[in-house]
């Protein structure tokens, strides 16, 4: 056949106007494009059902068996011909709408049949529309194949009469062609290790397997090999990364830390931080850019290692950046260095979008000069005419709020770039990790501070509001605080404001003044009555704080012990879970109410019983990727992994990570790919090109 880079308007059956569509419709180009578009389910033909086994649903089967009569129903519009179709287990019926006549002088009576078609469940009873019918002596010697490949079609494909019909003759076409000229693009030692078929093989059987043993074969060496060249791309990136970029070298601890660590630290690290501390170290110590991405849940105890941290910049003589996510965030993380900090001549500053000018002039001079060792504050630090004198390290928190953008500012600044360390509290999920930690390096905090008690969740419905509310007054008796959360969503802005108004209203019925005092915050109160209120709440002089979703970040009130969150159906897992962290940081224990509606979709119900079920981020953040797929879950919308064709992260994650264990091997034994046995290998991936990655800080 003509090279994979054959033009498909060239393939038997397509010329121009159908090439045009191809392109347009399904991004095929080329012949070696047409080879690698791949079915999306089969539909098999390999066994026959019996009528009293028949699967409970709509799926398509193949049954053997005679027709026994043949009626006619009159209906509104038109007749119904309907006939019965026995076995020896059952009888089920066959019906049609069309074409009657011509479908009536065709059938024969009591003569054995092979249909085939989608079954439709009808008071628990089965029938068939418009089967697919061979007399049985006919089927037997028809040529056939036991499974069609069923390919991704578009509407506009079908109505310019490129069916599935079509598109399978075009790939027999190209098969039949190819012959064995297929190219191999794994080498021969890891085909022999892992027993996999070979790439012609494979390519043939995708689209025309002979037994679901075949498929399976095939689908698994495809789909290894769409996992391995993907990590080995995202490994080589690292790789270069590393090599390239060079990095200031803290290479003492002095007496910043160290005085600190002795003297003021006010708990034991959890052996989980001072893992990660480790790995930063040898980061910061390594001549090389750090880029590294901190996970820890929700209470980790992420803070204290990023104070840590900056005070070994500060030994080595360099200034250090906090960046939060908004000003109340970046306001608490200032209040408590400084606490910490007491008592140290390390100077810190806040700067944030309302720093007034007078002070902002302060903070620059004082940056400039190199007098400021550490800057807290929001996005306003990382604007142009913020100059450090050698700003050496970079924490930013909570980086889902942050665009790519923003980040790539902090590179600009220095010749020799800042170490950066972000900081999340939304687990990524293992499965995903993965397949994008290829080029960014991640330490995780997977344990708790000791003596937390993990928050008792539970669901309520509305009916239950009483019940609720009753609780509530027992915590406040207690002098513990309360959160409640209402939704709030852009389609249904309007809306939720009213709700949140209305709850606000029904509350302040329910806990009447002056016995308690409640707090209200949401986003479009100006920041001053915003911060107000947020004061109130968290000096102990309101007991309750009704809120929309603008807490979800990161405030820290210890004596808050329960989270009531409304319409919890409407929320996404992961905000959920950053909801319910506001409460079980202090020693008592603490609650988070789920309230909700009785009508809620399944997938609604599942998130709140995995709430309900787990206290546990990782665990929380797998089922959200379960449900709501790769492509939905932050971060990842732009990532060139999910572009992938036929393996699937979640499905099948046994298989990611052998290629990517694989993918590893080679390149420590091999790193620039000069082997022999290895050739096909660098071939291969100067044919790929995934796009880059969201996770790559530098582009
Ligand atoms: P997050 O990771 O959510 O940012 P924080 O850094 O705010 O968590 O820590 C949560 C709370 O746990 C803080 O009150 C902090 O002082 C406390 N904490 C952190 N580390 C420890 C530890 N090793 N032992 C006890 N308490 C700790
Ligand atoms: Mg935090």
Same mark, same amino acid.
């Given at each position: 056949m003509g090279g994979g880079q054959t033009a498909i308007e060239f393939l038997k059956g397509v010329g121009p106007e159908r090439a045009r569509l191809l392109n347009e419709?399904?991004?095929?180009?080329t012949f070696q494009d047409l080879l690698h578009?791949?079915?999306?389910r089969y539909i098999d033909r390999s066994q026959f059902h019996s009528i009293n086994k028949?699967?409970?649903?709509?799926s398509e089967v193949q049954i053997k068996g005679k027709i026994t009569s043949i009626e006619y129903v009159s209906q509104k519009r038109g007749k119904r011909m309907i006939a019965k179709f026995e076995d020896e287990t059952g009888v089920m019926e066959l019906v049609w709408f069309r074409g009657l006549k011509w479908i009536r002088d065709s059938l024969k009576l009591n003569q054995d049949y092979v249909i085939f078609g989608r079954l439709n469940w009808f008071g628990g009873r089965a029938n068939m529309a418009h089967p697919e019918m061979d007399l049985e002596i006919n089927f037997q010697n028809k040529l056939r194949a036991d499974f069609y490949p069923i390919y991704p079609s578009t509407e506009k494909l079908i109505n310019k009469g490129i069916s599935q019909r079509v598109i399978q003759k075009l790939m027999t076409h190209l098969i039949e062609k190819a012959g064995e000229a297929f190219k191999e693009t794994l080498p021969i030692y890891i085909i022999d290790h892992y027993k996999f078929i070979a790439k012609s093989k494979a390519l043939k059987e995708i689209h025309y397997p002979n037994s679901h043993k075949d498929l399976v074969n095939a689908e698994s060496r495809l789909k290894f090999e769409e996992f391995f060249y993907m990590q080995l791309q995202l490994l080589l990136k690292n790789l270069q990364r590393k090599k390239k970029i060079r990095g200031f070298v803290f290479s003492k601890v002095g007496s910043a830390f160290n005085i600190f660590f002795k003297e003021h630290l006010p708990f034991n690290l959890t052996d989980a931080q001072k893992r990660v501390i480790k790995e930063i170290r040898n980061d910061l110590g390594s001549g090389r850019q750090m880029n590294r991405l901190l996970q820890g849940d929700?209470?980790?105890?992420?803070t204290i290692v990023a104070l840590l941290i900056m005070l070994i910049a500060i030994d080595n003589g360099f200034q250090t950046s906090l960046v939060a996510p908004t000003e109340i965030l970046a306001k608490q993380h200032y209040q408590s260095i400084i606490e910490l900090l007491d008592g140290s001549h390390i100077k810190i500053k806040l700067l944030t979008g309302s720093t007034k000018l007078k002070d902002r002039k302060i903070i620059h001079h004082e940056l400039e000069s190199g007098e400021l060792s550490i800057l807290v504050g929001?996005?306003?630090?990382?604007?142009?005419? %913020? =100059?450090? $004198?050698?700003?050496?390290l970079s924490i930013i928190d909570?980086?889902?709020?942050?665009?790519v953008a923003q980040r790539a500012k902090?590179? %600009? =600044?220095? $010749?020799i770039p800042p170490h950066i360390l972000v900081m999340t509290a939304t687990p990524i999920p293992r499965t995903l990790a993965m397949s994008i930690y290829g080029d960014l390096d991640v330490s995780v905090i997977d344990s708790l501070p000791p003596g937390r008690r993990p928050v008792k969740t539970s669901h309520r419905n509305d009916k239950k509001r009483l019940g609720v509310f009753a609780f509530v007054k027992e915590q406040i008796k207690l002098g513990r605080q309360i959160y409640m959360v209402y939704p709030l969503i852009k389609e249904s802005e309007k809306l939720d404001y009213k709700d949140l108004m209305d709850g606000y209203d029904s509350i302040s019925r329910s806990f009447p003044q002056p016995e308690y005092q409640i707090s209200i915050v949401h986003g479009q109160m100006k920041p001053e009555n915003k911060s107000f209120e947020m004061k109130r709440f968290v000096e102990g002089k309101t007991q309750i704080m009704v809120a929309?979703?603008?807490?979800?970040v990161g405030v820290n009130v210890?004596?808050?012990?329960v989270m009531v969150i409304e319409?919890?159906?409407?929320?996404g897992l992961s905000q959920l879970h950053q909801l319910r962290g506001?409460?079980?940081?202090?020693s008592d224990q603490s609650y988070c109410i789920l309230m909700s509606g009785t009508k809620i979709s399944q997938e609604g119900k599942t998130r709140l019983e995995t709430m309900v079920k787990t206290n546990d981020g990782f665990e929380i953040a797998e089922v959200d990727l379960r449900l709501?797929?790769?492509?939905?879950?932050?971060?990842?919308?732009?990532?060139?992994?999910?572009?992938?064709?036929?393996?699937?992260?979640?499905?099948d994650n046994k298989l990611l990570k052998v290629a990517r264990d694989t993918a590893n091997q080679i390149l420590k034994k091999d790193p620039n790919l000069e082997k022999a046995e290895n050739q096909i290998i660098k071939r291969t991936l100067s044919t790929i090109n995934i796009e880059s990655n969201i996770w790559n800080f530098i582009s």
């Amino acid at each position: 056949m003509g090279g994979g880079q054959t033009a498909i308007e060239f393939l038997k059956g397509v010329g121009p106007e159908r090439a045009r569509l191809l392109n347009e419709e399904l991004n095929i180009k080329t012949f070696q494009d047409l080879l690698h578009f791949f079915p999306n389910r089969y539909i098999d033909r390999s066994q026959f059902h019996s009528i009293n086994k028949l699967p409970q649903n709509n799926s398509e089967v193949q049954i053997k068996g005679k027709i026994t009569s043949i009626e006619y129903v009159s209906q509104k519009r038109g007749k119904r011909m309907i006939a019965k179709f026995e076995d020896e287990t059952g009888v089920m019926e066959l019906v049609w709408f069309r074409g009657l006549k011509w479908i009536r002088d065709s059938l024969k009576l009591n003569q054995d049949y092979v249909i085939f078609g989608r079954l439709n469940w009808f008071g628990g009873r089965a029938n068939m529309a418009h089967p697919e019918m061979d007399l049985e002596i006919n089927f037997q010697n028809k040529l056939r194949a036991d499974f069609y490949p069923i390919y991704p079609s578009t509407e506009k494909l079908i109505n310019k009469g490129i069916s599935q019909r079509v598109i399978q003759k075009l790939m027999t076409h190209l098969i039949e062609k190819a012959g064995e000229a297929f190219k191999e693009t794994l080498p021969i030692y890891i085909i022999d290790h892992y027993k996999f078929i070979a790439k012609s093989k494979a390519l043939k059987e995708i689209h025309y397997p002979n037994s679901h043993k075949d498929l399976v074969n095939a689908e698994s060496r495809l789909k290894f090999e769409e996992f391995f060249y993907m990590q080995l791309q995202l490994l080589l990136k690292n790789l270069q990364r590393k090599k390239k970029i060079r990095g200031f070298v803290f290479s003492k601890v002095g007496s910043a830390f160290n005085i600190f660590f002795k003297e003021h630290l006010p708990f034991n690290l959890t052996d989980a931080q001072k893992r990660v501390i480790k790995e930063i170290r040898n980061d910061l110590g390594s001549g090389r850019q750090m880029n590294r991405l901190l996970q820890g849940d929700v209470g980790s105890g992420k803070t204290i290692v990023a104070l840590l941290i900056m005070l070994i910049a500060i030994d080595n003589g360099f200034q250090t950046s906090l960046v939060a996510p908004t000003e109340i965030l970046a306001k608490q993380h200032y209040q408590s260095i400084i606490e910490l900090l007491d008592g140290s001549h390390i100077k810190i500053k806040l700067l944030t979008g309302s720093t007034k000018l007078k002070d902002r002039k302060i903070i620059h001079h004082e940056l400039e000069s190199g007098e400021l060792s550490i800057l807290v504050g929001t996005h306003a630090v990382l604007e142009e005419k %913020v =100059k450090f $004198k050698n700003l050496g390290l970079s924490i930013i928190d909570e980086q889902h709020r942050f665009g790519v953008a923003q980040r790539a500012k902090l590179w %600009v =600044k220095n $010749k020799i770039p800042p170490h950066i360390l972000v900081m999340t509290a939304t687990p990524i999920p293992r499965t995903l990790a993965m397949s994008i930690y290829g080029d960014l390096d991640v330490s995780v905090i997977d344990s708790l501070p000791p003596g937390r008690r993990p928050v008792k969740t539970s669901h309520r419905n509305d009916k239950k509001r009483l019940g609720v509310f009753a609780f509530v007054k027992e915590q406040i008796k207690l002098g513990r605080q309360i959160y409640m959360v209402y939704p709030l969503i852009k389609e249904s802005e309007k809306l939720d404001y009213k709700d949140l108004m209305d709850g606000y209203d029904s509350i302040s019925r329910s806990f009447p003044q002056p016995e308690y005092q409640i707090s209200i915050v949401h986003g479009q109160m100006k920041p001053e009555n915003k911060s107000f209120e947020m004061k109130r709440f968290v000096e102990g002089k309101t007991q309750i704080m009704v809120a929309t979703t603008v807490i979800e970040v990161g405030v820290n009130v210890p004596n808050a012990s329960v989270m009531v969150i409304e319409s919890a159906e409407r929320f996404g897992l992961s905000q959920l879970h950053q909801l319910r962290g506001r409460v079980g940081r202090g020693s008592d224990q603490s609650y988070c109410i789920l309230m909700s509606g009785t009508k809620i979709s399944q997938e609604g119900k599942t998130r709140l019983e995995t709430m309900v079920k787990t206290n546990d981020g990782f665990e929380i953040a797998e089922v959200d990727l379960r449900l709501r797929g790769p492509g939905n879950l932050m971060g990842t919308q732009q990532s060139g992994i999910l572009k992938l064709k036929i393996a699937d992260i979640i499905k099948d994650n046994k298989l990611l990570k052998v290629a990517r264990d694989t993918a590893n091997q080679i390149l420590k034994k091999d790193p620039n790919l000069e082997k022999a046995e290895n050739q096909i290998i660098k071939r291969t991936l100067s044919t790929i090109n995934i796009e880059s990655n969201i996770w790559n800080f530098i582009s």
